[in-house]
């Protein structure tokens, strides 16, 4: 079946409102030809004449007067889904959230950012939910918002990033430990026992390659799947434990932090979230409170 074409609607709805040929065609800036084909079309497509000669005049059908009210309601319906969305009333707001980060995001930023959105927006409610992988289907199919995270190859080409801050790996131990007593060497470094963080279970990362390129190899006595539980052996134990710096300052609190005696190099944490977002005005508000609480918090 043919689609009707909804640029007749207008039509449909100046020619039954002014009832005159004529004078719609003043009114939509058309020819009287023009307006008279698509009145042509009209009848076609409703299978109804709508428009009938009465005098010197057109009067308008009974099919006519039943859609003359519904198709001025659609014509403003559409205008109005049409038009920029009005200006964001944060204080009557109310929306639900859902953003995805890693372990250490709520920890160090939440608090800072609930009490922003306290303030502006009280209600507006965040969901914060695990963020297992880099894969962009939950914000592809809108399950999630927001997210936060290191942009790799399973993000999707189209979603959108924006950088939020630097942040670098470090190495923890609990007060006290044993590698704190004398100069740090890679040597000594790579001596000890460590933990290692893969979500995918792997046996290396980045620090091993770098200990490689100099001739080192380290012992990892254990590998898990978070940073907070690399953090909770560490504290309890003579582990050592990478961890992004900036990304798990609240975890890492108590605990020594040290720079890493090899090369690694700073990676940028972004905001992502989907194209189909982007002009909604709460989604912008959103961001901006996001960027602005991270600065914040960079600064301290």
């Keep these: 079946m043919t689609r009707p074409d909804l640029n007749l609607l207008v039509t449909l709805d100046v020619l039954l409102a002014e009832g005159s040929v004529a004078r719609a065609a003043r009114r939509l800036r058309l020819s009287p030809s023009a307006m008279s084909r698509a009145l042509a079309r009209l009848r076609e497509v409703t299978g109804d004449p709508l428009l009938v000669r009465a005098g010197r005049g057109l009067v308008p059908t009974p099919r006519a007067v039943e859609l003359r009210g519904e198709a001025g309601r659609v014509v403003e319906e559409a205008q109005a889904l049409l038009r920029p ?16 980060n890693r372990e250490g995001f709520v920890e160090t930023f939440g608090v800072a950012l609930l009490a922003r ?8 409610r965040l969901r914060f939910v695990p963020k297992p ?9 809108g399950a999630v918002d927001l997210e936060t995270g290191v942009i790799g190859g399973a993000t999707g080409p189209e979603v959108r990033a ?3 801050f630097r942040d670098c790996f470090v190495g923890v131990v609990r007060p006290g430990h044993p590698l704190l007593d004398a100069p740090l060497t890679p040597e000594r470094y790579a001596g000890g026992e460590h933990v290692l963080v893969s979500r995918r279970g792997r046996n290396a990362g980045p620090v091993d390659a770098a200990l490689e390129r100099i001739g080192l190899k ?17 504290r309890n134990s003579d582990l050592i ?7 798990t300052m609240r975890l890492a609190q108590g605990m020594a932090r040290f720079a890493l005696p090899v090369e690694l190099p700073e990676h940028t944490v972004s905001l992502l979230w989907h194209p ?5 005005p709460a989604h912008r508000w959103l961001r901006a409170c996001l960027r602005e609480v991270c600065a914040e918090r960079q600064g301290r």
């Design 85 to 100: 969305a009005d200006r964001l009333d944060l204080k009557s707001l109310v929306r639900t959230f859902t953003l995805r």
């Design 117 to 124: 959105i306290a303030r502006e927006a009280p209600g507006v």
């Design 133 to 141: 992988d880099k894969e962009s289907t939950p914000l592809r199919d």
């Design 276 to 280: 189909r977002m982007d002009a909604d």
């Design 241 to 247: 434990a990478e961890v992004p710096e900036r990304y």
């Design 162 to 164: 924006q950088a939020l």
């Design 218 to 234: 380290r012992t990892i006595a254990v590998t898990v799947s978070s940073f907070s539980e690399a953090l909770v052996l560490a």
